[in-house]
């Protein structure tokens, strides 16, 4: 079976600060890793993924990710926080054994302090 | 949103009446989902679908049922609603249904069942 789970349920930065949202996975088979970032009353938008080629990974607005295999981690950073940045973001995790079914962390809230 | 709309935005029912929720699509894709959203759980997939009238069960598919008569359509219904079914319900869809594939979402349907 496959789980996701993001280490923080919430998380505050002030504007121009690093983000750094935790997620930790398991899995016997080689994953492939997503995150998405949902802003409120809206739908899901992908903001980058993982698929076995290089192990950091940069994706839209400014984020990156870096899979870690030894540590089963997929954290996601940016340098510095946006006002825009304010949003919930989801690991997610897919496996060649399930298809393309995802399954998804719990979520975590930023927070974006002037 | 990727060319998914998803209606109602918006619905509140009560207990035991039936409701179909609707996700329609103009990418042409043959991969459809339909998930719910809860606090903490991130999102779950309900049912898919990989063509017309071929449909599957998630990992939360009882007291829902799917239909997929067309491409571009696919429909949810709740045969009779309860209250732990009020959620936010999401469509997504894909072009291929292999590890690593993209799924774009919908902005989702809000569901009240008092």
């Known amino acids: 079976a496959q789980s996701v789970t993001q280490l923080d349920s919430h998380v505050s930065v002030s504007e121009g600060t690093p983000v750094l949202l935790r997620c930790n996975y398991s899995s016997s088979y080689s994953p492939s890793l997503f995150w998405y970032v949902q802003h409120p009353n809206k739908g899901l938008q992908l903001l980058l993924k993982y698929t076995s080629a290089a192990t950091l990974v940069k994706g839209i607005n400014g984020f990156e990710a870096e899979f870690k295999k030894s540590e089963t981690s997929f954290h996601l950073t940016k340098p510095s926080a946006h006002m825009s940045d304010a949003a919930e973001y989801f690991c997610?995790?897919?496996?060649?054994?399930?298809?393309?079914?995802?399954?998804f962390g719990g979520g975590t809230r930023v927070l974006v302090k002037p | 949103d990727a060319g998914i709309t998803q209606s109602p935005r918006h619905k509140v029912t009560e207990t035991g009446t039936p409701v179909t929720l609707r996700c329609h699509q103009t990418e042409n894709h043959r991969y459809m989902y339909w998930y719910r959203q809860d606090p903490g759980h991130g999102l779950r997939l309900i049912h898919y679908s990989y063509g017309v009238k071929d449909t599957d069960k998630g990992e939360v598919s009882d007291g829902y049922s799917v239909s997929r008569s067309k491409t571009e359509d696919f429909l949810l219904t709740l045969e009779s609603a309860t209250s732990s079914q009020t959620s936010v319900y999401f469509c997504?869809?894909?072009?291929?249904?292999?590890?690593?594939?993209?799924?774009?979402f919908g902005p989702g349907t809000r569901l009240t069942v008092t």
């Open positions: 997504a869809i894909s072009e291929r249904d292999e590890q690593g594939s993209e799924q774009y």
């Open positions: 997610v995790v897919s496996l060649l054994a399930a298809g393309n079914k995802l399954t």
